[in-house]
Structures are given as structure tokens and as C-alpha cells.
């Protein structure tokens, strides 16, 4: 069974930091292109982020462009997404998907508010 | 990048039959999926490369696409069946790559 667990959201002031993770498990991770997805409150669904099976090509949102870092680590089935600059527009549940349809975590709620 | 556009709305009587629509340039040279959203929880793929349905979800979830529109169709809509619902696609010309519509909001009177 796939399982996607998203993990590293909390409360952060503007201007912060944050680094969120997702632990992929029940197939194998190195296979599979992955990305993320948020949802601000009361808002639909935006794709901010995709990352190959190698990590070697990365696409961004404009709206993360440039403050947005994603990564993998093969050897640990992990998902990465480092947020810097951070904005109150950014306050969202943040979802790891896998790139095959239906294939979501739960996802980590990260809040930005001084 | 691509653009979906779906209706913000759509209410519909118990028992009666609901289509949510997805608009989009050509779509119908694309594959859609479908996802349902209830408050506080993930979404969930109820109709996917346009007209499959994942195990678990009911026959009465179908989708078809076509020429600019692709539709979700529930029929014999229950109470149960209330929740946003969004259509996405992968745009494989793009460095945009999952495209999102909108979401529509279905009301079941």
C-alpha cells in the first residue's frame, strides 16, 4: 500500500523558514517522479512544486519560484520542501503527492502570521 | 500554462443526477482526473485517466471527456455525495505541470 506521510508544518513568523518532509513507503520511491500540492484555507488546490524520479529537473509555481527549494533523498524515500522567505499567502496544508493519480499524504498545515 | 475552468457551484436534488464540468483547451487530447474534497480532509480520487474508477469508489461516479470539456457525472446523487470537486490534468508540454481547475462546490438539496 502507498503510504505518504508529510511532516515538519507549524507556525512561523513572515520572512521564516521552514523545511517540510515526506516519508514515502509501499513502493519504490527512486521510481517515481513526486510532487507538492497546497491548499490555502477556504481555497482550492495549487500545485507548487514537481521534482523527477532523479532529481535532476525541478519546476516551481510562480508564486514559490525562487523562495522554494525541493529535493529527494532516494536512499531515505524521502520527499524535501525547504520554504524560506515566507509570506501570510503561503499559510496552507501542504500535500506530498506522488506523481500517479490519487496517490496523496494527509498533509502538514503550515501557518504564517506574526 | 494550461488553465481549467470549472463552475464554482452546482446544487442538485437527492436522487437526481449532477454533472460537474471542466473546461479547457483541447482537453479532450488530455487525461483528467477527478477529486473529491469533504471539510478537514485530503482529496480523493474518485474518477481518473478520465472515465476509470478506483476500487471503493461507486459505479454511480462516471466521467467522460471531450473536445473542451471533460464532466464528472454522479448519479442518484445522496446526501453524502456534498463536497468540493476538482478536476485536474498533467500538462506534459509544460514546466507547469499538474494543472488544477478551480473546484466546484457540490450542494445536495
Known amino acids: 500500500e502507498v503510504q505518504l506521510v508529510e511532516s515538519g508544518g507549524g507556525s512561523v513568523q513572515p520572512g521564516g523558514s521552514l523545511r517540510l518532509s515526506c516519508a514515502a513507503s509501499?513502493?519504490?520511491?527512486?521510481?517515481?517522479?513526486m510532487n507538492w500540492v497546497r491548499q490555502a484555507p477556504g481555497k482550492g488546490l495549487e500545485w507548487v512544486s514537481y521534482i523527477s524520479s532523479s532529481g535532476y529537473t525541478i519546476y516551481y509555481a510562480d508564486s514559490v519560484k525562487g523562495r522554494f527549494t525541493i529535493s529527494r533523498d532516494n536512499t531515505k524515500n524521502s520527499l524535501y520542501l525547504l520554504m524560506n522567505s515566507l509570506r501570510a499567502e503561503d499559510t496552507a496544508v501542504y500535500y506530498c503527492?506522488?506523481?500517479?493519480?490519487?496517490?496523496w499524504g494527509q498533509g502538514t498545515l503550515v501557518t504564517v502570521s506574526s | 500554462s494550461y488553465v481549467l475552468t470549472q463552475a464554482p457551484s452546482v446544487s442538485v436534488a437527492p436522487g437526481k443526477t449532477a454533472r460537474i464540468t471542466c473546461g479547457g483547451n483541447?482537453?479532450?487530447?488530455?487525461?483528467v482526473h477527478w477529486y473529491q474534497q469533504k471539510p478537514g480532509q485530503a482529496p480523493v480520487l474518485v474518477i481518473y485517466?478520465?472515465?476509470d474508477r478506483p476500487s471503493g469508489i461507486p459505479e454511480r461516479f462516471s466521467g467522460s471527456n471531450s473536445g473542451n470539456t471533460a464532466t464528472l457525472t454522479i448519479s442518484r446523487v445522496e446526501a453524502g455525495d456534498e463536497a468540493d470537486y476538482y478536476c485536474?490534468?498533467?500538462?506534459?508540454?509544460?514546466?507547469?505541470?499538474?494543472?488544477f481547475g478551480g473546484g466546484t462546490k457540490l450542494t445536495v438539496l
Open positions: 485517466y478520465n472515465s
Open positions: 509501499g513502493f519504490t520511491f527512486s521510481s517515481y517522479e
Open positions: 485536474q490534468l498533467w500538462d506534459a508540454s509544460s514546466d507547469h505541470p499538474w494543472v
Open positions: 483541447n482537453i479532450g487530447s488530455k487525461s
Open positions: 503527492a506522488r506523481d500517479s493519480p490519487g496517490d
